[in-house]
């Protein structure tokens, strides 16, 4: 193992404890509620997004402290809509995070109350985050969280995907709902703690483009994942979205056209990251996450010209 | 119709306004979400509790328009809270506010993320309505906030009451309950505008006190009505605690025993209401409240002398 990624993992670890420790218990809990809010607090995800928004949070200088309590606030909303998004009503998923779903322990009411535990903690904890900025820095912020995550955005999307059956199967509609589903909480974390942290509109405008990029492009990784990898590999419920006719680039535009989208959506992405680069040289953690997607790239178009089992439509 | 109740029509108007039009609907919804969140917004209840935020926001010289956002947010916290409630993994009602349930016309998933978009929109204007207030007064009021509504909280009397059927159907048990689901609220609704107000801590204490003891009592004659009246009366399914094994003081210590401990909540409420009033009495318009509460428990035990359906255990 090598430094970097020694030091990699005494991050994951330690974004695992914030996450874990982000939301105290009471004594005296209900202790089905009290198991349920372990189970989900112990089982973190990769918290690649946590890790994100404390690295912008710092390249724009934002406290230590701050950024900790902004990154957890994220990782528990986007943890809080998988758990609305498993549920037997929406996705009816069995496995997340390489565990059972919440609700196929402790039921679906027990699965909804830790989601609004998780809530309710995130808002808390974001507007903590931005008690110490400027007044109009924290009012654009949180103005910005409120659109992101609501009827404009993550709900958007989710109200959508429930729907996606009497929706055109194209290109157009997978991706304005993953807009709202995956691009939405994307967008936050990498461009809420730049906001948090003062960064001027041109800023915000290109770190908007990477996201809109990024996002897109991870929810297509995603896809691809779904058609050709179990649930061995993923962690959660395999090849649910042919199963489920929910939407998945693969499946709008074919494999080769998905692939396509998704080095275009890359490239994209890289012409708003050179300028945010020279602009701001501290955002310069973000050229190996975009080495990361196109590793990931890589890899999934292997696996789909070892594959004969999907053809183009 | 008297001047006072013609003024208390209007009053109600102008929050059944507040409430229809406090989230704006982008264009472009998805227009099953964008009908089911107008289905709620249209369908306010009684609005007794935007009332008495608004009522002592102004007794504590809150700006109005700030008053008014509170009012709405935290009525949207309560219509939230309802729809999760109403849910068949939970009580599975079938009727609210006199219509059919969210969850009955639009689905499980529909219900679902109209509530969230409510939730959403309750913190956004929360955090909004105490933005003009001391750094210490909004963030004492941002922490009750987040205690109320949380894991010690109204989800506190959420998990109990899922698991109602495994705990002693006593009275402890019942207001245990009934102060996690019933009383956070009110007591959000009493005390949130005054801690944003700037009130002291005696004056916090006492209100708290008045709010737990009202919150009770109001709880109380919630369960006597479930007993009582018919779906025609309540607006909702009636006679569900009974069907569902669901708390209710009068199954918990029988009907002279709730109406006994009624009376007692309401005298004991009144020494704090006395404290109240002689420290500020721009707040005399509780007195008013008081004046109703004890209407309905007149209301309410005349019923019970009518019936001979019940009787003590």
Chains 1, 2 share one sequence.
Not at 145 to 160: D, F, K, P
Not at 194 to 216: D, F, H, K, P, S
Not at 253 to 266: C, D, E, F, Q
């Amino acid at each position: 193992m090598d430094i970097e990624s020694i030091a990699d993992k005494r991050e994951i670890n330690a974004f695992a404890e914030g996450f874990r420790h982000g939301l105290p218990l009471p004594a005296g809990m209900d202790p089905h509620f009290e198991e349920s809010l372990r189970h989900v607090l112990d089982t973190p995800g990769s918290l690649v997004r946590p890790r994100i928004v404390f690295q912008v949070a710092t390249a724009y200088a934002v406290a230590d402290s701050c950024a900790k309590q902004l990154a957890i606030a994220l990782e528990y909303f986007h943890t809080a809509s998988l758990l609305f998004d498993d549920l037997p009503c929406m996705d009816d998923a069995a496995q997340r995070r390489g565990a059972p779903c919440a609700h196929v322990v402790y039921g679906e009411a027990g699965a909804i109350l830790t989601a609004l535990a998780l809530i309710n903690r995130a808002y808390a904890l974001s507007w903590r985050a931005l008690a110490g900025c400027a007044g109009q820095v924290q009012s654009g912020a949180l103005d910005y969280l409120e659109q992101r995550l609501g009827v404009g955005g993550l709900l958007y999307g989710q109200s959508l995907d429930l729907h996606y059956a009497t929706l055109p199967h194209d290109r157009e509609t997978t991706e304005r709902i993953a807009c709202g589903k995956t691009v939405s909480l994307i967008r936050l974390s990498l461009v809420l703690p730049a906001i948090a942290g003062g960064a001027n509109a041109r800023e915000i405008q290109l770190l908007e483009r990477v996201a809109m990029c990024w996002g897109l492009s991870y929810q297509i990784v995603d896809d691809l994942k779904d058609v050709f990898q179990g649930a061995a590999e993923t962690g959660k419920t395999g090849a649910r979205d042919l199963l489920l006719d929910r939407p998945n680039m693969a499946f709008a535009v074919g494999i080769p056209g998905a692939v396509k989208r998704l080095t275009h959506l890359i490239r994209l992405g890289d012409r708003s990251l050179k300028c945010v680069l020279a602009t701001r040289p501290a955002l310069g953690f973000l050229a190996k996450l975009r080495t990361d997607l196109e590793d990931e790239l890589v890899r999934v178009t292997q696996n789909a010209c070892a594959t004969t089992m999907w053809e183009q439509p």
